[in-house]
């Protein structure tokens, strides 16, 4: 399929700043919400409020966004998306409400969702088999602003608390700028089909996965691999600073790592690794290193063998977007911007279910001694959903292997 030169760096880039954006607020976002809210508890209740928030937006908008694309083109989608998330950092950078930051935060959710048409995006200009190569790439682009966003917010921050919020409003400004005069749409007319409502709705967008012809196992393990990842993303840094006494320095290090492995698994080898293994096997080794470390997670001792782990669960960032390709190959070319549009919605419910599980299970064992082996239940029930995965995708292979 032919397409522009600057298509797909494009769409890299926008992906990295819409990560960076929100790496260089995760040290800043709770400064400021204390800042604004004064007390302690009162910080803590908003800080919960604005994340939860954030998450619906993003679930709410992402099957909107993925159908608009489907019926309008990719373009003018994905430009209206990073304009609203530059707005959305520029009302962070100035407000002094904390019911203003909460708006920003809903804003930055639904145009945050920019990634459902960067996917589709990808979807448009490769062919079915480059498409998990596609999907690592966006994933690499994600984990490199994971990487720098978190140090350089903390940074920022050291001189002005909204500095960084200025900053990622710029770089998001300018990306559509750029977007603008560069970017091409990528899907033809022909292939462009009528917005229903049940589209829009992100609950009407999950049913539309429910009819793709025969991944209807995937959808439910792609489900629990992610709600396994945010449980432990949610509580990673509560459970260091039980476990080890960890520092936020220690976590930016930690957080660094995991964003430099996601880059190598994804952006570098998931190209070599797809054509050595194929996807199916890829995805089942993935899931299978993500449930050996949640278990280590929960049980080691030594802070230090946190970060061997850390490089070991190096397969497990591929999993996302192996199954993601193999779900992909099941819709219609003019349907790709719904179903990613759905698959995102569910990422997004994922992490708004996710904290109300692994929050208060943490808060439950939190009191225990530091070498209690309890402490990691987080750790352990993301291993246990994981393990569900594995056994229904296996499941899934094999009846796909019986009817060939």
Partial sequence: MRHSPASLPFILITVFVDMLGIGLMLPVLPALVGELAGSPDLQSYWYGALMVTFGI????????LGALSDRYGRRPVLLLSIFGLGIAYLISATTQSLVVLLLSRIISGGTSASFTVANAYVADITTPAERSKGFGAIGAAFGLGFIVGPALGGILASDDIRLPFWIAAGMALLNGLYGWFVLPESLPLERRRKLKISQANPFGALKHLKGLQGVGLLIIVYSFILLAQWILQTTWVLYTS????????????????????????QGVFMGSLLKRFGEQKLAMMAMTSAMIASIGYGLIDQSWMLYLFMTANFLSFTASPALQGLISK??????????????????????????????????????????????????FVSAGLQLIAILLARRHFRAVAAEA
């Avoid at 039980?242 to 698994?265: E, H, I, T, Y």
């Fill in 330 to 379: 099941a819709a219609h070319e003019t349907e790709q911007g719904l179903t990613q549009g759905a698959l995102n919605s569910i990422a997004s419910l994922m992490t708004v279910i996710a904290p109300l599980i692994g929050t208060p299970l943490l808060g439950m064992v939190s009191t225990l001694p530091a070498d209690d082996w309890r402490l990691g239940a987080t750790f």
């Fill in 242 to 265: 039980f476990r080890f006494q960890w520092q936020p320095s220690d976590n930016g290090m930690a957080l660094c790592l995991v964003g430099l492995m996601a880059v190598l698994a």
């Fill in 57 to 64: 937006a993003q679930f709410l908008a992402m099957p909107l």
